[in-house]
Every structure is written in C-alpha cells, then in structure tokens.
T-cell receptor, first 115, second 115 residues
Framework: AQSVTQLDSQVPVFEEAPVELRCNYS??????LFWYVQYPNQGLQLLLK??????LVESINGFEAEFNKSQTSFHLRKPSVHISDTAEYFCAVTEGKTSYDKVIFGPGTSLSVIP | DTEVTQTPKHLVMGMTNKKSLKCEQHMGHRAMYWYKQKAKKPPELMFV???????INESVPSRFSPECPNSSLLNLHLHALQPEDSALYLC??????????????FGPGTRLTVL
C-alpha cells in the first residue's frame, strides 16, 4: 500500500529566506507525485507534478521539487519565500493504474512566512 | 473553462434538514470526486464517479448520498447529518481518459456547519 510522510507539520521561516518542505513516500510500484497548496479558506491548487523525465520540476512561482527514487523523496524547495507563500502544502502520490485512481495525500505542512 | 465550481460556498444546517451540495466542471473530465476535509488535515476521499458511474465509495455513512446526473455535474445529498460532519467538502475532477497520472482539479469547497 502507498503512503506519504511529511515530517514537518509546521515550518516557520522569515521572508526572503530559503525553505524546504520534506516529502517521503512508500510504494511498491512506479508512482506519480504532486505538491498541492491550499491557501486559507480555499480549495487545493496543483503546485507542481512529477510524471516522468527530468527529476527536477519547477512551478511558475519559484518553487521546485526533485524526485529521488532511491530516497523515495519529493522535497519541495524555494530559494526565497514571500509572505504570500503562507499556506498549507500537501504532498500526494498516485499509482496511475486506472483512470480514477485514489490519490494518497500526506498529512500536510503548514508554512508560515514571518515578515 | 478550466475550473471546478461548487455551490453553495457556505451552508449551515440542522441535524434534521435535507440539503444538497453541487459541483460542476466543463473541462470534459470523466472522473469526479468528493472529499471531506477537516481543519489542518488532508482531504479524505468519500466517493469517485468515473464515466457517471460510482466507482469508489469509501464506506461513507448513508446520510451522504452522491449523484452524478451527467458528465459535468456532481451532487452530494445530505440528510440527518451529525455535528461531526461539519467540514470543508471539496469536489475534484480528473481527465479520466487516456491519461494515467490523475492530476486533480479542485473546486473551492463548501464550508458545511451542522448544528
């Protein structure tokens, strides 16, 4: 069975400092990996995804994540955070066997950017 | 149109009321999902419809009744709810056709309060 671990439930960081949000998964098969962001009182938005190919994926707002198969990790990084990055971040995994696969979400990491 | 819409945004209901949540997408997606999300927790899958047929029911109590009248519309009928059912209810959709990575598009959610 698949599972997703996000070791840090809360990450406070000063504005313009770098940040890393950790995500590890377990699965016996190949998976597809996602990071979703949820701003207060909103639904989830896809931040970035790894499907295949280059192990480094980037989003349009400066976040990047690297897929590491040997470490079974998909950590999210940003070199300089902004106040507007304050949100809940969920790592997710799916096996993609069927057209309506379950998506397994991690417990989430609450990122707080301090002015 | 690249969004999932949900109505109403907020709903307050008594334990004897009957109400419905509505979700709509016009992206041609063939799989639609209902999730329940408690504060600071990841979404919990409730139901999945694929090609307008119920494909997954995660042992949800019968006081929640899903309905998929057509490929664009998903309803969740509520009856005799309990206060612990108060949560954010999220709808999502995926292409569900020829694509196996199941990128989920989420709606903004309905904030439900059961008194």
């Amino acid at each position: 069975a698949q599972s997703v671990t996000q070791l840090d439930s809360q990450v406070p960081v000063f504005e313009e400092a770098p940040v890393e949000l950790r995500c590890n998964y377990s699965s016996s098969v190949s998976v597809y990996l996602f990071w979703y962001v949820q701003y207060p009182n909103q639904g989830l938005q896809l931040l970035l995804k790894y499907l295949s190919g280059s192990t480094l994926v980037e989003s349009i707002n400066g976040f990047e994540a690297e897929f590491n198969k040997s470490q079974t990790s998909f950590h999210l990084r940003k070199p300089s955070v902004h106040i507007s990055d304050t949100a809940e971040y969920f790592c997710a995994v799916t096996e993609g066997k069927t057209s309506y696969d379950k998506v397994i979400f991690g417990p989430g990491t609450s990122l707080s950017v301090i002015p | 149109d690249t969004e999932v819409t949900q109505t109403p945004k907020h709903l307050v209901m008594g334990m004897t009321n009957k109400k419905s949540l509505k979700c709509e997408q016009h992206m041609g997606h063939r799989a639609m999902y209902w999730y329940k999300q408690k504060a600071k927790k990841p979404p919990e899958l409730m139901f999945v419809y694929s090609y307008e047929k119920l494909s997954i029911n995660e042992s949800v109590p019968s006081r929640f009744s899903p309905e998929c009248p057509n490929s664009s519309l998903l309803n969740l009928h509520l009856h005799a709810l309990q206060p612990e059912d108060s949560a954010l209810y999220l709808c999502a959709s995926t292409r569900g056709e020829g694509v196996s990575y199941n990128e989920q598009f989420f709606g903004p959610g309905t904030r439900l309060t059961v008194l």
